[in-house]
Structures are given as structure tokens and as C-alpha cells.
């Protein structure tokens, strides 16, 4: 596990990242505050993503890796349509080079888990 970043809930067993061969993928994050795991989310698209970013900064700092190294994004979010723009809003200050843009999914989904509004996985590569 990232440290400084929330642990996984008791009823689930992963990693938040695992490193093959130059790749790092890195598990769905929720919008869960690491400094207070069992708190309640914050409130609106935009905090939520913020948040998210913020577990997958930790993640990826405590890795080695960068924002810049992402070749990969999948995002899920439970109201694809009111929320969409302003998740966009939040991934464009974290992915701002055109140059450098990541692929991405981004898919509507009936529910997250904690009620979250948005999720968020990544991919990325650092070649050798």
C-alpha cells in the first residue's frame, strides 16, 4: 500500500499499484479522504474528483511515477451526464500538455461504491 493514502476497506484485498516490466497500474481510486478513510465523501463532482487525484498522487509518488508517465485513464462516473463537464473540468488541470494527453475511457455507471460519484484507475509506463 501507498503510504499516506486510505487503505483498502477490511472486506477487500488488493494493492493500490503493482509495478511489471516498466508498467504501473493502479487500482480504481474513490474520492476518500486517506486522512480520515471512514469520513464521508466530499460533497460534488468536482471535490470528488479532486480528492481522487489526490489518493492517485500519493499512489504515485510513494511509486516513483508521474502524472506525465500515464498512457492509460479509466473513469467511471454514476451520473455520467450532470457530471461529465466537470470532471473534465478537474482531469484537464492534471492532464494539461495536448501534447501529452493520455487515452481514455470514461463510462457511465449505475453505482460506485460508498455512493461516490466518480472513480478513477490509471496506466502508466516509464520505459528504460
Not at 1 to 16: I, L
Not at 17 to 26: D, P, R, S
Not at 44 to 65: C, V
Amino acid at each position: 500500500m501507498a503510504e499516506g493514502a486510505a487503505p483498502p476497506p477490511a472486506t477487500a484485498r488488493y494493492s493500490h499499484a503493482v509495478e511489471a516490466g516498466g508498467w504501473l497500474y493502479v487500482t480504481g481510486q474513490l474520492p476518500v479522504n486517506p486522512d480520515d478513510p471512514a469520513g464521508p465523501l466530499p460533497e460534488g463532482i468536482a471535490a470528488q474528483t479532486e480528492m481522487a487525484f489526490r489518493n492517485l498522487e500519493i499512489i504515485l509518488g510513494a511509486s516513483g511515477y508521474a502524472f506525465t508517465d500515464t498512457v492509460f485513464a479509466r473513469i467511471f462516473l454514476s451520473d455520467f451526464d450532470r457530471d461529465y463537464a466537470d470532471m473534465n473540468a478537474v482531469f484537464h488541470r492534471y492532464f494539461d500538455d495536448e501534447s501529452q494527453m493520455p487515452s481514455r475511457t470514461t463510462v457511465g455507471v449505475a453505482k460506485l461504491g460508498r455512493d461516490a460519484l466518480v472513480e478513477i484507475d490509471l496506466v502508466l509506463f516509464r520505459g528504460g
